[in-house]
């Protein structure tokens, strides 16, 4: 069974920062490429942040040079680093795998107060 376990999001203050973690288990994580979207209320679920199996990053122009996505794959696991954050930012953050299949968390609630 593929499970994409989000951690680390909550209520922060405009300019805060916040770590999320995301947790794979049931898939050979090495050879997916991982990302993050998020979904704010009333909108697209849209692309954050994307790495590659070779560590390559690709970042949404709204969070570049704030956000930064890593990946560690002995502990199937990938991280998004948020800082100088916005209220703007404010979604349901999804972890996502791709690679044979497409896979998802449940999502994790960020939410930036001004």
């Known amino acids: 069974q593929v499970t994409l376990v989000e951690s680390g999001g909550g209520l922060v203050q405009a300019g805060g920062s916040l770590r999320l973690s995301c947790a794979a288990s049931?898939?050979?994580?090495?050879?997916?490429?991982m990302g993050w979207y998020r979904q704010a209320p009333g909108k697209q679920r849209e692309l954050v942040a994307s790495?590659?199996?070779?560590?390559?990053?690709n970042y949404a122009d709204s969070v570049k040079g704030r956000f930064t996505i890593s990946r560690d794959n002995g502990k199937k696991a990938v991280y998004l680093q948020m800082n100088s954050l916005k209220p703007e930012d404010t979604a349901v953050y999804y972890c996502?795998?791709?690679?044979?299949?497409?896979?998802w968390g449940q999502g994790t609630q960020v939410t930036v107060s001004s």
């Open positions: 996502n795998a791709k690679g044979p299949f497409d896979h």
């Open positions: 790495i590659s199996t070779a560590g390559n990053t």
């Open positions: 049931g898939i050979t994580f090495s050879i997916y490429v």
